[in-house]
């Protein structure tokens, strides 16, 4: 539903708001959003009485850039998502902002605005529902997905969707696996606010097996409403087998499996655990590529003294420049916690739901990378925020 808030036959700035929907269940998201348009000789905007959402759970999306209209107005907007926290009517109150120049101010009023809050149905709820509305995506991960005695492994679970999933509870919380001690971690999530919001959910244990044989996974499952059909709907991944070896006491470590095979390389989320390189290979490859970046950041402060020394600097792009160099450090970080890092670019990496923290931050940090080498209007991540990241990134894959 739209309101235009605006009065007069021509004035200098108005303003339109949408909320949707009308009438939302218990915790469904509602999308608020305000556009302001506002003549090009009025530069500011101000709140005089700042929205507020008494019953609900407000979540800022990130806010666009100004942008112009066909007949030259600047357009600003300012979009949240609202989750109704009960039942009943929920009364947004009325928020007033002007906007105007140095000598001249406008005052606009965005009035108040009702909503009916839907409680969530009592037929068909399951027995182990918990409140989550909203599609759910569930995804579970297991590295490595061979086991010997004396190693471990580590069973992550995600849950990630747009509606309210930081309440969405441990679904490893009474996990048990005969033959193996379970060590939880501490949970993590994350808000996601470009183009829209999405939140994360990580949930990791760490298991030891104490003698050889198979490990069996039981299934998992998340139950969840359903707004648009008003129906329970479930996500859930079956369970799965972990072999475990005798420790090898061979010189050599085993020899990865290849990563290009069918079989190896399920999709994830259809119960597939996900597949990686051997403990072994893994370290050796973690030490090889710390050498590498280290030797390749002498080199480059070598090369960069000679440069400042001759009086000249290396064209965007070559081999000295803090971008290139960025991307270097960033993408053996990278390699070194997930070994399939080289195969995959930033934005491809970013779109997996098994990310960490740490290494989201540090594939957001070469995406700005990427992008400062190839636009000069770009600036690369600073070497303290680059070092920072790979730092980070390494501590947690220490552990």
């Avoid at 007069?8 to 999308?31: I, Y």
């Avoid at 995600?158 to 009474?174: F, K, T």
């Avoid at 002498?298 to 090369?303: H, M, N």
Wanted: proline share 10%.
């Amino acid at each position: 539903m739209a309101v235009a808030v605006d009065s007069g036959a021509q004035p200098p700035c108005r303003a339109s708001l949408r909320v949707e929907p009308a009438t939302p269940f218990v915790e469904q998201a509602v999308a608020w959003q305000l556009e302001i348009a506002s003549r090009d000789d009025l530069d500011r905007v101000e709140w005089l009485e700042a929205p507020a959402f008494p019953g609900a759970r407000a979540e800022r999306v990130t806010i666009l850039p100004d942008a112009r209209d066909d007949a030259g107005w600047r357009i600003r907007r300012d979009e949240r998502v609202l989750f109704p926290e009960r039942a009943g009517p929920l009364l947004l109150p009325a928020a007033r902002l002007a906007c105007g120049s140095a000598d001249r101010w406008h005052e606009v009023r965005i009035p108040s605005h009702n909503l009916e809050v839907r409680p969530l149905p009592a037929a068909g709820r399951p027995a182990g529902f918990e409140g989550l509305v909203g599609p759910v995506t569930l995804r579970r991960y297991l590295r490595p997905e061979r086991l010997t005695l004396g190693g471990s492994a580590r069973i992550t679970v995600s849950l990630r969707g747009p509606g309210n999933v930081w309440a969405a509870s441990d679904p490893l919380r009474e996990l048990t696996v005969a033959g193996a001690e379970l060590f939880p971690r501490k949970a993590q999530g994350g808000i996601e606010r470009g183009g829209g919001l999405r939140v994360t959910r990580v949930f990791e244990v760490d298991v030891v097996p104490r003698h050889t044989g198979v490990l069996r996974l039981p299934p998992l499952r998340v139950d969840w409403f359903d707004p648009e059909t008003g129906r329970y709907r479930s996500e859930s991944v079956p369970g799965g087998d972990v072999p475990v070896a005798e420790r090898s006491t061979a010189n050599d470590p085993p020899a990865p499996e290849s990563v290009g095979s069918s079989e190896s390389r399920q999709a994830p989320g259809s119960g597939a655990l996900r597949e990686t390189l051997p403990a072994a290979w893994l370290w050796v490859g973690a030490r090889a590529l710390l050498v590498l970046g280290l030797l390749a950041g002498i080199a480059w402060r070598l090369r960069a003294r000679r440069a400042a020394e001759g009086g000249h600097t290396a064209p965007k792009g070559g081999s000295d420049d803090p971008a290139a160099r960025a991307e270097r450090e960033l993408r053996a970080a990278l390699a070194a916690a997930r070994p399939d890092a080289f195969r995959l670019g930033p934005e491809e990496l970013l779109a997996r739901d098994d990310l960490g923290p740490n290494e989201r931050a540090v594939a957001e940090l070469l995406r700005r990378a990427e992008r400062a080498r190839f636009d000069r209007a770009v600036a690369p991540p600073p070497p303290d925020e680059v070092a920072a990241g790979i730092e980070a990134l390494r501590r947690e894959t220490r552990r």
